[in-house]
């Protein structure tokens, strides 16, 4: 079965880390460009940090800069987001996607809703909760 599947999520209090993990099953995801998007109550959905397959170039959203890291381990098909000085409004259920068609981390990362909705991804997890609260 083809799927990517999320860890790492959970409760954490303001100012604390926690790590998100994106694994592969079914295919590699040496070729795919990485991307985790977050989509907050009422909130549109949003890219947060993005890396290219190519060169392992990565983007952050402006919200996340300094905070979030992006990284990959292809030997182990698994893609993480080291989230540090979490704050309240970083809560939000967190998704990664896969695709290979994009040319670059920004540009996935930067595609509004309507362009996911209507170019799409190749594959989607299902998401993880991941709430800052004290």
């Known amino acids: 079965q083809l799927q990517l599947v999320e860890s790492g999520g959970g409760l954490v209090q303001p100012g604390g880390s926690l790590r998100l993990s994106c694994a592969a099953s079914g295919f590699t995801l040496d070729y795919y460009n990485i991307g985790w998007f977050r989509q907050a109550p009422g909130k549109e959905r949003e890219g947060v940090s993005c890396?290219?397959?190519?060169?392992?170039?990565?983007y952050n959203a402006d919200s996340v800069k300094g905070r979030f890291t992006i990284s990959r381990d292809n030997a182990k098909n698994t893609v993480y987001l080291q989230m540090n000085s979490l704050k309240p409004e970083d809560t939000a259920v967190y998704y990664c996607?896969?695709?290979?068609?994009?040319?670059?981390?920004?540009?996935?990362?930067?595609?509004?809703?309507?362009?996911?909705?209507?170019?799409?991804?190749?594959?989607w997890g299902k998401g993880i909760l991941v709430t800052v609260s004290s």
């Open positions: 890396i290219s397959s190519s060169d392992g170039s990565t």
């Open positions: 996607a896969a695709d290979d068609r994009i040319t670059t981390a920004q540009a996935m990362c930067v595609m509004t809703t309507a362009m996911i909705d209507y170019y799409g991804m190749d594959y």
